[in-house]
């Protein structure tokens, strides 16, 4: 990224005492082998060269968004059968219930960062 270039993003968090196990089935839902929590990605930014001029912790609403999501998926299931199959619908009203108890528990949040790539 060239110098006083922007970088601007949200990610979903994993906080740092969430054990190992909720880890193990979040990198799973996700497919990544590790994730973050806020203060990592301050650090992280910082070392490759960023100086970050905005960083909001959205973890309120995640399981809010997530339940919504789950709920019009169980509403409304009818719709996207014939594209997906009963077995998928299922498996995501699972996932998205798992993401939902995460951010209740404090597992899981949400962030929005911004920075500036220093000269």
């Known amino acids: 990224m060239r110098p006083h270039g922007s970088l601007i993003f949200t990610d979903i968090l994993v906080r740092k005492d969430t054990p190992q196990d909720d880890r193990a089935k979040i990198y799973d839902r996700v497919k990544s082998p590790d994730m ?64 939902v108890d995460s951010a209740n528990e404090g597992k899981i949040g949400w962030a929005l960062f911004a920075a500036e790539k220093k000269a």
């Open 36 to 99: 973050w929590d806020f203060d990592d990605y301050r650090e992280g930014l910082a070392g490759q060269g960023f100086r970050v001029t905005k960083a909001e912790d959205w973890s309120q609403y995640v399981a809010r968004s997530y339940a919504w999501v789950r709920d019009r998926l169980v509403e409304q299931p009818d719709a996207l059968l014939p594209r997906v199959g009963a077995e998928t619908i299922d498996g995501t009203v699972e996932s998205l219930s798992f993401w």
